[in-house]
């Protein structure tokens, strides 16, 4: 079984990190505390994420200064973020949460329903995401000849791909029309990327067919 998606969850107060929690407890999920930008940042030097849910309103390194930090490394500019921030926030926060690089920014108190849905979404496209990687490093393998030992003659491979990537069409297929269905505009940009990706796949595999 692959490993379970792990998902930041960035708060100084203790009872928001515990109710996020709650929130996400029936999502197939690992979530991870940090208690401030430091420790966001710490947790990200070794562990693959997701997405970060990222309180705005924290001491010392609020959230904007920790999404800053996180944009600039190469290794996780592209994990999403969603900022949190409570209803009375200043005007700009939401400019400022999307200028730091958010894809999407939610008041507090917010729908749980709704945190649930963005969250399960995005945690399925890294997913398929990390399974598209599979599949794009097997037909790389089957393209240069280099399949690893035990895996059978090369005839044998392509069928096995073939399913596995109509598979992920046909998720992504399904997701595309539950992003339709929901107008989340967050969710347009990382779609449009894993769509192009499979394209790209299956134009590959074709030309090997």
């Not at 973020?81 to 894809?103: E, H």
């Not at 392509?158 to 069409?169: F, I, Q």
Request: hydrophobic share 45%; net charge negative.
């Amino acid at each position: 079984m692959p490993d379970r998606a792990k998902i930041l969850l960035v708060d100084d107060r203790e009872e928001n990190l515990i109710a996020l929690e709650a929130i996400l407890s029936s999502l197939d999920l690992v979530p991870v505390r940090a208690r401030s930008g430091e420790e966001a940042l710490k947790a990200l030097l070794n562990t693959e994420f997701a997405l970060i849910l990222l309180d705005v309103r924290m001491p010392g390194m609020d959230g904007f200064e920790t999404a800053a930090h996180i944009k600039r490394r190469e290794r996780t500019r592209n994990i999403p973020i969603i900022f949190l921030t409570v209803v009375d926030s200043a005007p700009d926060y939401a400019f400022r949460g999307y200028a730091a690089g958010a894809v999407d920014y939610l008041t507090k108190p917010f729908d749980p329903w709704v945190l649930r849905a963005k969250v399960s979404v995005f945690t399925e496209l890294y997913n398929m995401n990390k399974r598209l990687a599979e599949q794009a490093s097997l037909l790389r393998e089957r393209l240069t000849g280099e399949l690893p030992p035990g895996a059978g003659d090369h005839a044998s491979v392509l069928p096995e791909l073939s399913r596995r990537l109509t598979a992920v069409e046909d998720e992504l297929a399904r997701m595309r029309e539950l992003v339709r269905k929901s107008q989340d505009q967050a969710l347009a940009a990382p779609l449009s990327d894993l769509t192009d990706r499979v394209t790209h796949l299956r134009a590959g595999f074709d030309a090997l067919s």
